[in-house]
């Protein structure tokens, strides 16, 4: 979707596009049984900035697995985003200090503070500073050594964590590994 804010795509693709997010399924309860990871932290934040940018994009438009149209699923998807915002300031991260989902956390973050109203913006630029707080209070010697949320086996090497590359960013003689890209 930002990508279609900022470039013209053809109309061929622009139709399947269209056609793929009146036809999405936004979370779990909704219409059809294809398996998707909806219910952590991060991606519960993406699904619920998905259905708020497809509502903004189609505000008139039924999104059909949805059972809304496009006002309403925006509704969905924002006061969704606003608890999950509650729940992060009341409780804290689920996935605490995840090498890995810090990073997928973190990039949905940025787009909702680039591309979200005022509102919804700030309050998550507040979360983002914490995240970012935290994460340097866990950083020595340019790397981030810390109980962690949830880990896979690269955290045997800290330097080729996800979160590495986020503190190369912040830091320039973090070292940093490129193998998820980041």
């Not at 139709?15 to 936004?26: A, G, P």
Request: aromatic share 16%; charged share 25%.
């Amino acid at each position: 979707y930002l990508k279609l804010r900022r470039d013209k795509v053809d109309e061929e693709l622009f139709e399947r596009i269209h056609e793929v997010l009146l036809n999405f399924r936004y979370w779990m309860d909704m219409e059809g049984s294809d398996a998707m990871c909806f219910w952590s932290e991060n991606h519960s934040l993406m699904f619920y900035y998905a259905a708020m940018e497809a509502g903004k994009m189609y505000p008139n438009e039924f999104f059909k697995r949805a059972k809304m149209d496009g006002k309403e699923l925006y509704l969905f998807g924002k006061t969704r985003i606003l608890q999950w915002i509650k729940d992060v300031k009341e409780y804290g991260f689920e996935e605490f200090q995840s090498s890995v989902y810090l990073c997928v956390t973190f990039a949905v973050m940025l787009n909702i503070i680039d591309f979200a109203e005022d509102e919804l913006s700030k309050s998550m630029r507040d979360i983002c500073d914490n995240m970012m707080i935290q994460l340097a209070m866990q950083t020595f010697d340019s790397i981030q050594v810390s109980p962690m949320g949830r880990v896979y086996r690269n955290i045997l090497y800290p330097f080729t964590q996800g979160t590495q590359s986020i503190l190369a960013m912040l830091l320039k003689d973090a070292p940093v590994s490129y193998g998820e890209g980041w």
